[in-house]
């Protein structure tokens, strides 16, 4: 399993991204198996989406609604992968899955270890060692590889100085005019600029990629082992990370399964959802599945299947890492998104990681003169209780559609799968979300 750190959705090549040569590692290995299009994290921040991962069970279910550890009595795909003889490691983002005692590291790498989680030949040398450790002991394994690019700070900029005392090494600096900015975001010189950055620091996420298959390669386990690669959630800009938005919570999925995954192959039409790692994981290895997970395998998928039930997919949020609840709950099928913003109320102002660098700033100040950049700044700060967007024609969310009467039946359609969500899943939000629609 290797990840990304904030990675948006499109900004692969092999997603969609503009960017030349940005990402050849990922899309090579996007060549060798499939790519998913419609999958998503369940929760579009660090700990509690990894933590989904690894449990099965949606934030309120494994007790890592934010940066808390899951709860002990809830099992993990490690201590099941333990029980079974895999050697199992990690490097960097270690302090994401706690408590430490319930993953069962056999190897456990940090981020200091790895150059702030950010060296590509780091990661080849740490990777090679498992990989020999594993060949050596004739011990099937489970690495999982988080790079931690491209998380702010960004290569090259200021904020990267000052976390980090010194710029870090790399390889490409993409200029400010090779940048795509996102469409939720302003074109504007400090965005643009920004946007370069984490570009930048995309690029040496990708190159850690290719560092670590390379290893793989190298000790001759590629050809049996299943590679998945996808991010934690979006970048760490407005209207991406650590909300409900498209943006926030579609991830760049890829899975490579040699024999079994038809290469350069792509699935266009199934949701797949953080929820579903652990049990497909557990069923394409032939284990036992973990108990009360909320997931389920998409292997029947991977093996050219389809699966009618998989039309929509439901995301939630509940707090920051700085521990302010923002609760929010969304549901989306293949053309539109209802958000629940159970926070807003008019006066809460609305404050994550994204908004400390360069491109809130620079949309505060030129919100002075612009009306339609106050606009958006406004609705990022202050939001909505109720947002519906047509995601397959506004994949940006920049109109929203609640009030519009020929969209309520729609809108109220969506309201009663959402509650239904909530009551199958003795989500704690219902009784706020039910009185809403009463």
Request: charged content about 25%.
């Amino acid at each position: 399993m290797i990840t990304a750190d904030d990675m948006n959705w499109d900004t692969p090549g092999a997603f969609g991204g503009k960017t030349p040569n940005i990402t050849p590692n990922i899309d090579r290995l996007a060549s060798e198996g499939v790519r998913f299009l419609r999958a998503h994290v369940t929760v579009a921040v660090c700990q509690p989406s990894r933590s989904v991962w690894m449990t099965g069970r949606y934030p309120h279910r494994n007790g890592a609604e934010g940066f808390q550890p899951i709860r002990t009595d809830v099992p993990t795909l490690q201590e099941q992968l333990h029980a079974a003889g895999y050697l199992n490691g990690i490097m960097a983002k270690n302090e994401h899955l706690a408590p430490r005692e319930k993953f069962c590291w056999d190897t456990y790498v940090t981020a200091a270890e790895l150059g702030q989680g950010r060296s590509p030949q780091l990661y080849y040398r740490h990777a090679k060692a498992f990989f020999e450790k594993a060949k050596a002991e004739g011990k099937p394994f489970f690495l999982m590889a988080n790079s931690q690019d491209p998380h702010r700070p960004f290569a090259g900029s200021e904020q990267e100085l000052k976390h980090f005392k010194k710029h870090l090494d790399f390889t490409r600096q993409i200029k400010p005019e090779e940048a795509v900015v996102p469409g939720f975001l302003p074109d504007i010189p400090e965005v643009r600029k920004e946007v370069a950055e984490y570009m930048t620091s995309a690029y040496r996420c990708d190159q850690t990629v290719g560092e670590v298959l390379r290893a793989l390669r190298e000790t001759g386990l590629d050809r049996n082992t299943i590679v998945m690669f996808l991010s934690d959630n979006g970048m760490s800009f407005p209207f991406s990370k650590t909300n409900c938005y498209f943006n926030s919570t579609r991830t760049p999925w890829i899975v490579r399964w040699p024999g079994v995954v038809k290469p350069n192959s792509v699935d266009r039409d199934h949701f797949i959802s953080g929820i579903d790692f652990t049990p497909t994981v557990l069923d394409a290895l032939g284990l036992p599945p973990l108990a009360g997970v909320d997931g389920k395998s998409f292997v029947p998928l991977l093996k050219g299947g389809s699966d009618p039930s998989r039309d929509r997919v439901v995301t939630v949020f509940h707090e920051t890492s700085a521990r302010k609840r923002y609760e929010m709950r969304c549901i989306q099928n293949r053309k539109y998104g209802y958000i629940f913003n159970a926070w807003s109320d008019g006066k809460t102002v609305f404050r994550n990681e994204s908004q400390n660098g360069l491109t809130f700033n620079a949309m505060k100040a030129a919100a002075e003169k612009d009306k339609a950049i106050a606009a958006r700044v406004q609705m990022f700060l202050y939001r909505t209780p109720e947002e519906f967007y047509d995601f397959q024609a506004d994949p940006n969310a920049l109109r929203n559609l609640i009030a519009e009467p020929k969209f309520k039946p729609e809108i109220d359609r969506m309201r009663r799968e959402l509650l239904a969500w909530m009551q199958a899943k003795n989500d704690p939000l219902e009784p706020v979300f039910r009185k809403r629609l009463s």
